[in-house]
């Protein structure tokens, strides 16, 4: 897939390529968070498209704490954080447990769930590993 349709299509990209899902993440976290760098027209329309195509959806880049109502706003299928739930806010920190359930808690108000009504997917570091394991608590 050429460069030019990836950045201009990029639903239309992952699906030609046949891959299983897309993540939309910004390239350098210097040049500011996802909305910095995509208007919210055309993030929206982004997920809807994607939505449609029945196409797995991730947004990330520079997730901050408090940007959990506008993300459930565009429904996508998952959400990535890292600064987010690192410690001090600073993705070279280790990853803090009780960051990662406050973002879930705060992703499920977002999107109008209780813990028990909705499946949300949360990270928590393998011990010792350095690697992530998936919980769904």
């Known amino acids: 897939v050429g460069e030019q349709q990836l950045r201009r299509f990029p639903v239309r990209a992952a699906i030609d390529s046949r ?39 991730a947004l990330a880049g520079k997730v901050g704490r408090d940007d959990a109502e506008w993300l459930c706003d565009l429904e996508p299928s998952i959400v990535a954080v890292r600064s987010a739930v690192c410690d001090l806010g600073d993705r070279r920190q280790s990853v803090n447990e009780d960051l990662v359930a406050a973002f879930k808690l705060r992703l499920e108000a977002a999107a109008g769930a209780t813990p028990a009504s909705q499946d949300v997917v949360a990270f928590r570091p393998s011990t010792g590993s350095g690697r992530f394991a998936m919980v769904n608590e």
């Open 19 to 57: 891959c299983s899902g897309l993540l939309l993440d910004t390239f350098s976290k210097s040049s500011g968070s996802l909305p910095d760098v995509m208007s919210p027209y055309e993030l929206t329309d982004l997920c809807r498209r994607a939505r449609e195509s029945c196409l797995p959806l």
